[in-house]
């Protein structure tokens, strides 16, 4: 079974810097994509940065774009992301996610969050302004 769990969340003032980090196990298929979802209060869960396994390439949703960088390690078997300047906005549960058999970041993150294969257990990020 895929297993994802996500930790490094916190509380951090606006502009300060936060990284989450998703150890992740137990894929069947080499291709796979793994990310980023976050849900606000009263909001829906987004995608907000996708890696894909078979050649690392990567989606940002355009709030977080120039902002937060994903990256994979596969040796260490966990995707972070770096987040920075961050913002009152960016205060949301984050969860990392997963899905096997697909190439494209940019299709990952846009599924719906009942589409999504896995997920493991939220972490909360708070940026105070």
């Known amino acids: 079974d895929v297993q994802l769990q996500a930790s490094g969340g916190g509380l951090v003032q606006a502009g300060g810097s936060l990284r989450l980090s998703c150890a992740h196990s137990g894929f069947t298929y080499d291709d796979r994509a793994i990310g980023w979802f976050r849900q606000a209060p009263g909001k829906e869960r987004e995608g907000i940065a996708c890696?894909?396994?078979?050649?690392?390439?990567?989606f940002y949703e355009d709030s977080v774009k120039g902002r937060f960088t994903i990256s994979s390690d596969n040796a260490k078997n966990t995707v972070s992301l770096q987040m920075n300047s961050l913002k009152p906005e960016d205060s949301a549960v984050y969860y990392c996610?997963?899905?096997?058999?697909?190439?494209?970041?940019?299709?990952?993150?846009?599924?719906?969050?009942?589409?999504?294969?896995?997920w493991g257990k939220g972490t909360q990020v708070t940026v105070s302004s």
């Open positions: 890696i894909s396994s078979r050649d690392d390439n990567t």
């Open positions: 996610a997963a899905e096997e058999v697909i190439t494209r970041a940019g299709a990952f993150c846009r599924r719906s969050a009942g589409a999504v294969d896995f």
